[in-house]
């Protein structure tokens, strides 16, 4: 297979990689512009930029690449650095755009009722690849969900037996109850996901959070859980919940480093604020369902 198989190849198996790319060249270099390179996870490569210490510089870059996700620009002065004399070039200058290769972004949304809805459409408008389940098979449908995936009718302990999230995966619960909600967490921590989202009252959250703990599931798991789920955006309508929900999950994705005004109480919030009222108010709504 091409290097462009390849990638599809890579993606479609839920991995990533980086791309090296010659986009810039100046006298005599041992390979040509636009020559591509892809560097996988495992560390193997597809293709050639020329071999020699170029190649391996790159190749390093390329593994850095991948885990920032950010694309990097390499410049090579083969006249200048004496570590590129190899005596197979002339001794020219080049540069090397390197750029990640990453799966698809699998967002799981359990819970078909306003806020999936909506959320739904958002996200998918967003990029993710999303898979909505119910155990409503009125609610949880194609025809409701045409931005969707996937669809599944299923009863949620069926559906967590038959998922498996990866590494590029998203989670989020908005289920019609705390019961329902708390068995789809205690999975969800478990997981390799990137990212777990629980909608819900402080309160809730604590109530769970503790019957989880009392079941023996290990307390450092809910670090990385966002509950209440979202960015602190003043949000009160299905709507604004879904746009608040997939901001929080375009900034996990694409690792903004700036502060977030997220509700999560596992992450420090100790104060109850006028949007998670209105979380708790559109949850139990959700929940009527």
């Known amino acids: 297979m091409d290097i462009y198989e390849q990638i599809v190849e890579l993606r479609r198996g839920g991995r990533r990689g980086a791309v090296a790319t010659i986009v810039n060249v100046r006298g005599s270099i041992p390979s ?16 050639t930029i020329g071999g020699g210490c170029v190649e391996a510089d790159v190749w390093q870059a390329a593994r850095e690449v991948m885990e920032s996700e950010k694309p990097r620009t390499l410049k090579f002065d083969l006249n200048q650095d004496p570590k590129y004399d190899t005596g197979l070039v002339c001794g020219g200058t080049l540069e090397v755009f390197v750029e990640p290769v990453l799966p698809p972004a699998l967002l799981y949304v359990f819970g078909a009722g306003h806020i999936a809805f909506n959320l739904c459409q958002t996200a998918a408008n967003a990029g993710f690849d999303v898979t909505v389940t119910d155990d ?22 069926e559906a967590t037996q038959k998922l498996d999230p990866n590494e590029s995966s998203y989670i989020v619960i908005v289920t019609r109850g705390h019961r329902d909600d708390m068995r789809i967490l205690r999975w969800a921590v478990q997981t ?31 670090d990385r859980v966002h509950a ?62």
């Open 32 to 47: 040509f512009r636009t020559a591509k390179m892809l560097v996988r996870d495992d560390g193997s490569i597809v293709g």
């Open 136 to 157: 409503r098979s009125s609610y949880a449908t194609k025809e409701r969900f045409p931005a969707a995936r996937e669809v599944h009718a299923l009863d949620f302990e």
């Open 192 to 222: 390799r996901a990137r990212y777990v989202g629980m909608i819900g009252s402080k309160r809730k959250v604590i109530e769970i959070f503790k019957t989880l703990q009392k079941e023996g599931v290990p307390a450092h798991l809910f």
């Open 228 to 289: 209440p789920v979202g960015l602190d955006i003043g949000a009160i309508t299905p709507e604004e919940i879904a746009v608040a929900i997939t901001a929080e999950l375009i900034a996990i994705r694409r690792h903004a480093s700036s502060a977030l005004p997220h509700l999560s109480w596992f992450k420090g919030a100790r104060e109850e604020s006028g949007a998670e009222a209105a979380t708790e108010a559109m949850e139990e709504g959700d929940h009527n369902l």
